[in-house]
Nanobody
């Protein structure tokens, strides 16, 4: 089970930190990732972190502004979002799956078998 939280309202240029709590199974060998979705659009990849926490991978839209991390001991993953833009407004979902191959494979939704319920991020002045 994955539980995402931390969404809310932020101003353009502001910051938010999303958290994802994993429970119910061993996630220590999983890739953990964040995706987002806006109405009428497909869910899109945002960022992923390897099972070790040593490797990260970002969508172009997140590179340089967002930072993904994890705490293996606490079964947590985080997405620090800085310099937020209105186009970052979306429901953000965390996902997890046993790591298979290169981290870049995790940009695909079908890589993941475990999903959280989503947390809404609204960026508006």
């Amino acid at each position: 089970q994955l539980q995402a939280c931390g969404g809310g309202l932020a101003q353009p240029g502001g910051s938010l930190r999303l958290s994802c709590a994993a429970s119910g199974r061993d996630f220590s060998r999983d890739v953990m990732a964040w995706f987002r979705q806006t109405p009428g659009k497909e869910r899109e990849f945002v960022a992923a972190v390897s099972w070790s926490g040593l490797s990260t991978f970002y969508a172009d839209s997140a590179q340089g502004r967002f930072s993904i991390s994890r705490d293996i001991n606490r079964n947590m993953a985080y997405l620090q979002m800085n310099r937020l833009k209105s186009e970052d407004t979306a429901v953000y979902y965390c996902a997890a799956e046993f790591q298979r191959g290169a981290l870049s494979y995790s940009r695909r939704q079908d890589y993941f078998g475990f999903w959280g319920q989503g947390t809404l991020v609204t960026v508006s002045s």
